[in-house]
C-alpha cells in the first residue's frame, strides 16, 4: 500500500471554530489533493499542490484554505467550518511522471454541528 | 453536465453473474481509472488505462478511446465485490482528475 495517512479519521466540531486536517505521506510523490465526498456529487477537488508552497484552488475552494510546507505533508484548514462542510475529505497523491496513478488515504469524517 | 458519466447509478447482482459497468466522458482523456470503495472505507485503485484493455483476477477493464468510453465487467461475481465503483480521468490538459458519481454494486449470496 502507497504510504499516505489522514488524520484524523473522524472529527467532530462546532460551527464557527477552525479545523486542520492533516494529510501525510512517505512516497515523496510531487502531487498531492484534498476532495471532499458527498452523496450525488462525488468527488470534488477543494485544493491541490504540485509542490512544496505551491497550490491551487479547486472548484469547491471557498471556505478552505491550504499549506505545503513540507513535500510529505498537506494541511486542509477550514477556516470558520460550517454545517456544509459537514463531509468525507479524502487526500490523494501522484508521482511526477505523467499518467500514474493516484493513491488516496483513508478518509476524515468530519460533523460540523 | 459532468465529464464524466457512469451507469448504472445502481445495480445489485446474484452471487456468480457477470457484472458491467460503464463511463463515458466527454473530454481529451491522457488516462482513465476505475477505483473501488468498500462502504465506509477508503478509495483504493483498481486499474489506470490509456488504451485496450486491463486484467486483474475477476476484473477486466477495457477503454474505447474513439468512442470515449470505458468499461468494467467482474466476472464470477462475489459479495466481496459489493462496493462502490468510480470511474475517474486524468485530462490531457492539467494535472486534475474528473471523477463520475460512481456506481453502488451490491452481489447477493
Known amino acids: 500500500d502507497a504510504g499516505i495517512t489522514q488524520s484524523p479519521r473522524h472529527k467532530v466540531t462546532e460551527t464557527g471554530t477552525p479545523v486542520t486536517l492533516r494529510c501525510h505521506q512517505t512516497?515523496?510523490?510531487?502531487?498531492m489533493y484534498w476532495y471532499r465526498q458527498d452523496p450525488g456529487h462525488g468527488l470534488r477537488l477543494i485544493h491541490y499542490?504540485?509542490?512544496?508552497?505551491?497550490?491551487d484552488k479547486g472548484e469547491v475552494s471557498d471556505g478552505y484554505s491550504v499549506s505545503r510546507s513540507k513535500t510529505e505533508d498537506f494541511l486542509l484548514t477550514l477556516e470558520s467550518a460550517t454545517s456544509s462542510q459537514t463531509s468525507v475529505y479524502f487526500c490523494?497523491?501522484?508521482?511526477?511522471?505523467?499518467?500514474?496513478?493516484?493513491?488516496f488515504g483513508q478518509g476524515t469524517r468530519l460533523t460540523v454541528v | 453536465k459532468n465529464e464524466v458519466e457512469q451507469s448504472p447509478q445502481n445495480l445489485t447482482a446474484q452471487e456468480g453473474e457477470f457484472i458491467t459497468i460503464n463511463c463515458s466522458y466527454s473530454?481529451?482523456?491522457?488516462?482513465l481509472h476505475w477505483l473501488q470503495q468498500h462502504p465506509g472505507g477508503g478509495i483504493v485503485s483498481l486499474f489506470m488505462?490509456?488504451?485496450g484493455k486491463k486484467k486483474h483476477g475477476r476484473l477486466i477493464a477495457t477503454i474505447n478511446i474513439q468512442e470515449k468510453h470505458s468499461s468494467l465487467h467482474i466476472t464470477a461475481s462475489h459479495p466481496r465485490d459489493s462496493a462502490v465503483y468510480i470511474c475517474?480521468?486524468?485530462?490531457?490538459?492539467?494535472?486534475?482528475?474528473?471523477f463520475g458519481t460512481g456506481t453502488s454494486l451490491t452481489v447477493i449470496p
Open positions: 490523494a497523491i501522484r508521482s511526477d511522471s505523467l499518467n500514474t496513478e493516484a493513491f
Open positions: 512516497e515523496n510523490h510531487r502531487y
Open positions: 499542490s504540485y509542490g512544496v508552497k505551491d497550490t
Open positions: 473530454v481529451g482523456i491522457s488516462a
Open positions: 488505462l490509456s488504451s
Open positions: 475517474a480521468v486524468n485530462r490531457n490538459t492539467g494535472n486534475q482528475f474528473y
